[in-house]
């Protein structure tokens, strides 16, 4: 059974840094698409950044150059460090897999979308204060 358990979250000043990492367990699939998304009060679910099983990564315009998600597959970690934090980085940030399709599905406006993801981490909170 995949299981995901995200952490790492935090509440930092504007322009600090957090890294959040994913364990991600019980796979054996060779193609996967795995991904951050955050979901702010009263907003919808928004996807942030993404890496496939290609090591292709993609990231929303507005984390682009702050945000660098990778993963560590020796230890089956997904990981997001975050840099130059904004009040409007405050959200639960959830970390999300899909497996076992062709990698020429995960175009950049799937890996964002939240419905591509089957499977999800519990959340962690990122607060940051201006």
């Known amino acids: 059974q995949v299981q995901l358990v995200d952490s790492g979250g935090d509440s930092v000043q504007a322009g600090g840094s957090l890294t959040l990492s994913c364990t991600i367990s019980?796979?054996?699939?060779?193609?996967?698409?795995m991904g951050w998304l955050r979901q702010a009060p009263g907003q919808e679910r928004e996807g942030v950044a993404a890496?496939?099983?290609?090591?292709?990564?993609t990231y929303a315009d507005s984390v682009k150059g702050r945000f660098t998600v990778s993963r560590d597959n020796e230890k089956n970690t997904l990981i997001l460090q975050m840099n130059s934090l904004r009040p409007e980085d405050t959200a639960m940030y959830f970390c999300?897999?899909?497996?076992?399709?062709?990698?020429?599905?995960?175009?950049?406006?799937?890996?964002?979308?939240?419905?591509?993801?089957?499977?999800w981490g519990q959340g962690t909170q990122v607060t940051v204060s201006s």
């Open positions: 999300a897999a899909d497996f076992a399709r062709p990698l020429t599905y995960y175009s950049r406006a799937k890996v964002l979308e939240v419905g591509t993801y089957h499977y």
């Open positions: 890496i496939d099983s290609d090591g292709k990564t």
């Open positions: 019980g796979h054996t699939y060779s193609t996967w698409c």
